[in-house]
Each structure stands twice: as C-alpha cells, then as structure tokens.
C-alpha cells in the first residue's frame, strides 16, 4: 500500500512558478513510475506529467511541454511538479498518481493504483 500527500499549491499570477511536492509512504517507491494529473469542475481528469522509476524519463502533455518538469528523489520518496509561465488555464486541482506495474509510463488515470488527495493550483490572470 501507498500513501500519496501533495503540497505546494496555492494562488499565483499568470507568468509565476509553483513547485508541487508528493511525499509517499512504502519501501517500494523507486520501483512505481509516477504522474501528475490534474482536475477542474466538471471536466474529466487530465494527464500532465509522468516520470519512469527506472531511468528518470519523463512525458508531458504538450501543452505544458516545455513549462512543466516532472523530476524524482527516491532517498526522500518524493516526486515534484516544477510549473514555471503558468496561465489561468493551468487552474486546476492537481493529483499525483503512483503506477505499481513496471512497465511504460502510462497517461490514462486506470493505469494508476495509488492517488493522493490533491492540491489546488490558481493561477489569475
């Protein structure tokens, strides 16, 4: 079992930065590829970011490529979401999302077995 607690959310202005943080509990963390994904009201849940357990490798939804960096430190069982230029339209609570199964990273919210609480991200224009 895992337990996923995000922080890091919180108001800003369109152009700001955020880092958010997901600590997990469980001996076997290194081993899960991790996501990011994110929710607003009455919209399905969207993939933003994950990252592989074996070699660090990452994928984003292109439209936070290149604003957005997934990154992971295993010694301290945590992985982070660093969102620089951010707009209004990246509003949205934000989740991550640990996948127990080894294989490719996965983009789809089925593929994922642990979620966190999530953590609201404002962004004013």
């Known amino acids: 079992q895992v337990q996923l607690v995000e922080s890091g959310g919180g108001l800003v202005q369109a152009g700001g930065s955020l880092r958010l943080s997901c600590s997990a509990s469980?001996?076997?963390?290194?081993?899960?590829?991790m996501g990011w994904f994110r929710q607003t009201p009455g919209k399905e849940r969207e993939f933003v970011a994950a990252?592989?357990?074996?070699?660090?490798?990452?994928y984003y939804v292109d439209s936070v490529k290149g604003r957005f960096t997934i990154s992971r430190d295993n010694a301290k069982n945590t992985v982070y979401l660093q969102m620089n230029s951010l707009k209004p339209e990246d509003t949205a609570v934000y989740y991550c999302?640990?996948?127990?199964?080894?294989?490719?990273?996965?983009?789809?919210?089925?593929?994922?077995?642990?979620w966190g609480q999530g953590t609201q991200v404002t962004v004013s224009s």
């Open positions: 469980g001996r076997t963390f290194s081993r899960y590829n």
């Open positions: 999302a640990a996948d127990r199964d080894w294989g490719q990273m996965s983009n789809a919210p089925f593929a994922y077995d642990y």
């Open positions: 990252i592989r357990w074996s070699d660090s490798s990452t």
